[in-house]
């Protein structure tokens, strides 16, 4: 992820930033609202998507959540409000409408990954990424999934059950313990 976030295109590295490190769907934060992102509270509320175009629903009853924002997304969201200013959509384009899909795939993804010499993956494997970091770190499985919009932890550990190293039951503590390792060992972050 740290070489992902050095050869991608400079203007989408806090987009990505906050891919990687929150498990939002593609929908979820190509539809996010500056109203829905609180810096006080450290929050970013999951309450609307971008789907084929128009504004909708989550996906489920149990997508519509709050995410805790870790040190790096926090940081790359204050980034990025400078760069949006006072357009209505976190990540937009330059007529302040949400960014497309389609044209981040082909346009910032596939060159990055080429850049790196990684076969083609969905972008939305950075949603695994978020879910695979957290573990590693010990975060409570019951946390993760209530980040992810998981009404149970089933999912997590159908699927990621390998990267569970200890259940330390801790509630996001650990993976910024995680961040600041690998900031004091020089990684990119």
């Known amino acids: 992820m740290s070489q992902f976030l050095a050869v991608v295109k400079p203007e989408f590295v806090d987009y990505f930033k906050v891919r990687f490190f929150t498990g939002m769907r593609t929908s979820e934060i190509d539809g996010?609202?500056?109203?829905?992102?609180?810096?006080?509270?450290?929050?970013?509320?999951?309450?609307?998507?971008?789907?084929?175009?128009?504004?909708?629903?989550?996906?489920?009853?149990?997508?519509?959540?709050?995410?805790?924002?870790?040190?790096?997304?926090?940081?790359?969201?204050?980034?990025?409000?400078?760069?949006?200013?006072r357009a209505e959509f976190v990540f937009c384009n330059s007529a302040g409408n949400p960014i497309d899909k389609r044209n981040v795939r082909e346009r910032v993804w596939k060159p990055a990954l080429k850049a790196m010499g990684i076969s083609y993956r969905r972008p939305y494997e950075t949603r695994h990424t978020a879910a695979t970091l957290w573990l590693a770190a010990g975060e409570a499985p019951e946390w993760i999934a209530r980040q992810m919009g998981h009404t149970t932890t089933k999912m997590l550990f159908e699927v990621y059950s390998r990267f569970v190293p200890n259940l330390t039951r801790q509630d996001g503590s650990a993976f910024e313990k995680l961040l600041q390792n690998n900031r004091g060992k020089g990684g990119v972050i």
Do not use: P
């Open 32 to 85: 996010l609202k500056w109203k829905y992102v609180d810096f006080e509270r450290r929050i970013i509320s999951i309450r609307e998507t971008y789907v084929h175009g128009r504004m909708d629903t989550t996906k489920t009853t149990g997508s519509h959540r709050d995410i805790q924002m870790s040190s790096v997304v926090f940081d790359a969201l204050a980034s990025q409000r400078n760069v949006t200013k």
